[in-house]
Structures are given as structure tokens and as C-alpha cells.
């Protein structure tokens, strides 16, 4: 009897765990067909399965879903839809904002643009901020706020079981700078979740569009966007309208329905 029960027991947790790992696995293999089918220059196919990736695994470590979104916006790019591959580019930067072919890349399909928007100067801290901010993905800040709480409970056992003096101020100071290392990465790691669940930028994915100074189909015309162009959303009440602002500081109403939100 006690055999039979440590036997389903055992039957039992390798039920779970296959479980659990056939989804990853699973979605491994579909990657991997994707990116056979974009070797083979079946760019469709590659999307379609890049795409059952993203609706089928949305928790997902970030790091390995940016990859996916990146060779997302490879296959969308090798068939000419330069709207849908920035946004695919975009949604991976926010998720590896460190990747520097992401970002290489996605300069890249913004040059194949039409339009030309200028961003305004930004005060010097803020650029500095930010390539600390970019220094890590959401997995990599996440990562070292553990390693670095852990370390900051090391040094804190330091500091009241050591009897050398030395020892103690190592232990004080190293635990103090930890617990400030802690603080930072989880702030980070937090900013960069909050940046990429905002949804408060798109990205234009029809031919062109006209940007009305309000949203009716009757209001002047303020300027023309064209396919791939990203824009910031300002205002998202009016059905069938979102008001938007170019980094230039330009400003009007777009259908929803020619855009993406990323």
C-alpha cells in the first residue's frame, strides 16, 4: 500500500511538472519553426507563428519575448509592412530597452519612413536618467534587486556577528550601499513595467492618414502622417478618434482604426 501511494505521488508531481514545462516547450518549437520558416523567406508564415507565440505565452519572461517581437518586425519588415514591423520594433525596446539591435534596427525601418519628425532638446539629467534607466530590461533590474537584498542580509549578519571592527564597518557601509542598490533596480524594474503596460504611444499603419483639429471627419485638416510614423497619445475618450502629439510638438485628432497602439 505505502508503495502504491509514494508511486502516484511521484506519478503525480511528473504530471505537474510536464504540465507546466509543455507550454515552454511548446512555444520554444514554434519559435524555432518561425524563425526556419523567415530563414526560408516564407516571411507570412514566420509571422503567423511569431504571433500564436505572443497570444498564447503573454507571461513570458521580457527578454525572451523581446526576441520574439524582434524577429517579429524582421518578417513583417521583409514584406514591406513598415508600420507593423515599428511597432513590433517598439514593443521589443520596451522590453529590452538595452538591445542595441533592436534599437540599430529600428532606427533603421524609421529611416524607410516619409515623414521626418524632429523631438525637441531635453535637459541633459534627463538623457543621463534614462541610459541608467536602459542599462537593464525589466528581468535584468528585477535580477539584481534580489541579488542585491540578499547581499545587503549577508552584510547585515556581518555587521552584528563579527567582533573586528573592520568587519562591522564593511558590514554596515556594504549593507547600506545594497539596500540603495535594492531600492534603485526595483524602482527601475518598475518604471520599465509602467512604460510598457502605458499604452500611451502608436504607431501609424495605414498609407497615410489626415490629422483633423478635431475629431470629425468635417474638421480642417492639421497635417498628413504616413505609414510607421510613432506618435504620443494625448487623449483617448472620443469613440473612433485619438488625439495625438509628434515629438515635434505638433498636435491633432487620428481615426483609431489607422493606428496601433503599441
Known amino acids: 500500500m505505502t508503495h502504491t501511494f509514494h ?23 514554434t519559435f524555432e519553426s518561425g524563425n526556419t520558416a523567415y530563414a526560408d523567406g516564407r516571411y507570412r508564415d514566420a509571422v503567423a ?3 500564436t507565440i505572443i497570444a498564447e505565452q503573454p507571461n513570458t519572461k521580457a527578454s525572451e519575448m523581446a526576441r520574439v517581437y524582434y524577429n517579429l518586425g524582421n518578417a513583417y519588415y521583409r514584406l514591406g509592412n513598415i508600420g507593423q514591423s515599428v511597432v513590433a520594433y517598439e514593443k521589443a525596446l520596451r522590453l529590452a530597452p538595452q538591445d542595441d539591435d533592436i534599437r540599430a534596427n529600428l532606427k533603421f525601418v524609421h529611416s524607410k519612413t516619409i515623414d521626418r519628425v524632429s523631438s525637441g532638446s531635453r535637459m541633459f539629467f534627463v538623457d543621463w536618467y534614462e541610459s541608467m534607466l536602459n542599462l537593464c530590461g ?16 549577508l552584510l547585515i549578519a556581518v555587521y552584528f556577528l ?7 564597518k564593511v558590514g554596515f557601509y556594504g549593507a547600506l550601499l545594497s ?12 518604471q520599465q ?7 500611451d ?3 501609424v499603419v495605414r498609407p497615410s492618414a489626415q490629422i483633423r483639429k478635431t475629431p470629425s471627419d468635417t474638421s480642417a485638416s ?10 504620443v497619445i494625448t487623449d483617448s475618450l472620443m469613440k473612433g478618434w485619438l488625439g495625438i502629439r509628434l515629438d515635434d510638438g505638433r498636435e491633432g485628432w487620428i481615426k483609431s482604426n489607422q493606428v496601433e497602439v503599441i
Do not use: K
Open 138 to 153: 525589466i528581468d535584468g533590474w528585477a535580477g539584481i534587486g534580489v541579488a542585491s537584498f540578499i547581499v545587503m542580509l
Open 222 to 231: 492639421a497635417f498628413v502622417l504616413h505609414e510607421g510614423t510613432s506618435v
Open 179 to 190: 539596500f540603495v542598490i535594492f531600492i534603485m533596480s526595483n524602482l527601475f524594474a518598475w
Open 162 to 168: 563579527c567582533g573586528r571592527v573592520v568587519l562591522r
Open 193 to 199: 513595467l509602467r512604460a510598457f503596460n502605458a499604452h
Open 201 to 203: 504611444r502608436a504607431v
Open 49 to 51: 507563428l511569431y504571433q
Open 7 to 29: 508511486t502516484m505521488r511521484i506519478t503525480a508531481v511528473m504530471a505537474l511538472f510536464f504540465s507546466l514545462c509543455t507550454p515552454m516547450w511548446a512555444s520554444l518549437a
